[in-house]
């Protein structure tokens, strides 16, 4: 409460208000006196609320406040009751009830002022609807609603506009340049105008142009759109394969999954998560909370001295030797207390592993989860590169072993290659070395028959041997394909009676397994049902189980808010006692110097100086008000005065100008007749 008393005094001291208050004589203020406290304030956020309270009526003035701080949306402290006892203490100038508005407008004044500002704007007029029934009124409401949704909008303009930054003289900057580039456009289009008027069919040729220039910005508008499309469709496909990868992860752990694994799996999940329910939350929760507690009170606390520091540093040096000595003395008892105190340290270290081991297996599951993440990350930009499905596992063996046996296979073909075509290379010499030898001999053949008079009976042989060596192919051709024919059908009805033979034991063993392995569905069915109904149990008993955590949390936090603030409310009254007592200790005791200290004398003290300070003011006034018409006549003479001196200096001025026009007219009729 002080605290509070004292930023109140500190606020109203300052600009705008400069009340020149102390903490003893804004405490002494009147309740009308601190009514008109609150409305100075409440003025200073609305001017409309500059006004005296004693020119109007208490239940006027408690009405207009509780309507600007129901604009305002001020919410009463618990301490100060419900909404009448809240009315009645304004009423009646209560400081449980002012002192907290005080201090909650001074906090918020700023935030406040454009609140009440936007108030009178936005604060919707309820018209009731027998009067909304006429189309005028009813027209008006509907002009007035959509007048208040442009103050919105335009409101939230002039706030970006205001954050942006952007200063008036840069702004026109940027407007005379706009206006210079837009001239030198105007320049530039007429030239072009001038230039296009000449030519003909130039208003066909603007009208392609102009059809150029749509179809140009609509192609442009339709890649866009297709550009988008295309990138929502990759990501679609990045999704689906990331689902798939997913729901394919998933079948292979469900298919290797078992039932008792995952009962085991969930209870050591249900152990580690009410271990940090039960145990390493709420103790991290109570450091912080100790923690916040001891810097608030660091915050409470005022500037320290050197003096307090001295003072801080020789308790922290008594209190540490008394903990040694407590040691000390501890160290000495019985061993049976030394067994105790092993025993506890030998719990408070397996108590510290295991939360380091909690922590440790928090962070493995934070980088399981990182490294999953990773992967996925690296599995969708391999499949963006190539397009395939990354291998894993044995998929991955099998694909290595698979790609050794086809290198082996490349490497023989290879070499096989190399020498086929190096006897390729031999065989085409060798036969461009007979054609030559043919060729030559085919001409020797020629000359010979030209001699012997019989020229072209080489060519004619040649075609006969040639069309019998045919039909001759075709026949044997034709003896070959039916001999294959039969044998063809003689070897597949022989492989046929072999496979026969040898599928028939195992069609024989298949028949049993066929039913086995119908049995094995069956009760594949039975436990996965039975699997399914108790994975439901346990998701119902894992949510009971939060929500009963949920509720023991927050009942924790409601409790532990209810013993701070009644720790309060105690500390608030020992300090009340406490000044209570000093107080009637002061004022009962026979010292005068000591009861000059009480506040009661020092009430008593503040109210006569305020009287003699009254009385002077009052003096003050008679001899102001008695002066007033003398001096309001003086302050007329001297303006007077000074207008005539104004007057005389004007008149003096256009002499002057009138003198030295003259002056220059002289000078010029003279240079006229030196000419």
Known sequence: MSDQLKFIVEKLNKEPFKKNYNLITFDSLEPMQLLQVLNDVLAEIDP???????????????????????ILKYKPQANTGDMSTFRQGLVVGSKPVIHPVLYWLLQKTN????????ARFLVRLEVPTEFLQDDNVAETNKQYEELMENFKILHKECEQLKSSGLSTSEIRRDISAMEEEKDQLTKRVERLKKRVDTVQNHQRMLEIARQLRLE???????????????????????????????????????????????????????????????????KELESKRHTLSLLQK????PEMSLSDLTELESKIHEVNSEINQLIEKRMRNDPMDDKVSMFRQQAAIIARKKETKAEELQEAKEEIANLEKEIAQKLNQARDIDGSEILRGDEFKRYVSKLRGKSTV?????????????ECGVLQRTEQVLKHRHDHMQQQLQTMEQKKGISGYSDTQEELERVSALKSEVDEKKGRTLDDMSDMVKKLNSMIADKKTALAPVIKELRPLRQKRQELTQEYDEKKAQYDSCAAGLESNRSKLEQDVRSLQEECSQAESQYHYINLIKKSIEMQIKRTADEMKAYVSPDSQERRKSIREQYTRNIAEQENLGKKLRETQKSVRESHGLNMKQ?????????????????????????????????????????
């Open 216 to 282: 140009k910005e609509r192609e442009e508008y339709l890649s866009q759109q297709k550009q988008t499309l295309r990138n929502q469709l990759d990501s679609a496909e990045l999704k689906l394969q990331r689902a798939q990868h997913q729901l394919k992860n998933m079948r292979q752990a469900a298919a290797d999954a078992k039932p008792e694994g995952l009962m085991k799996r969930l209870e050591e999940e249900i152990k580690f998560n009410s271990y940090l329910v039960s145990e390493k939350l709420p």
């Open 111 to 118: 935030e406040l002022k454009k609140r009440a500002y936007l």
């Open 298 to 301: 660091v915050v409470n606390e």
């Open 48 to 70: 409309k609320h500059s006004v005296d309270i004693r020119d109007e009526m208490p239940d006027q003035t408690v009405k207009r406040m509780l309507n600007i701080l129901g």
């Open 635 to 675: 302050v007329k003479m001297w303006r007077d005065f000074e207008k005539l001196m104004e007057c005389k200096k004007q008149c003096f001025l256009k002499i002057q100008n009138q003198a030295s026009l003259g002056q220059v007219i002289q000078e010029g009729g003279e240079d006229r007749l030196i000419l």
């Open 410 to 422: 490349f490497k023989k073909k290879r070499q096989e290659m190399a020498e086929l075509s190096a």
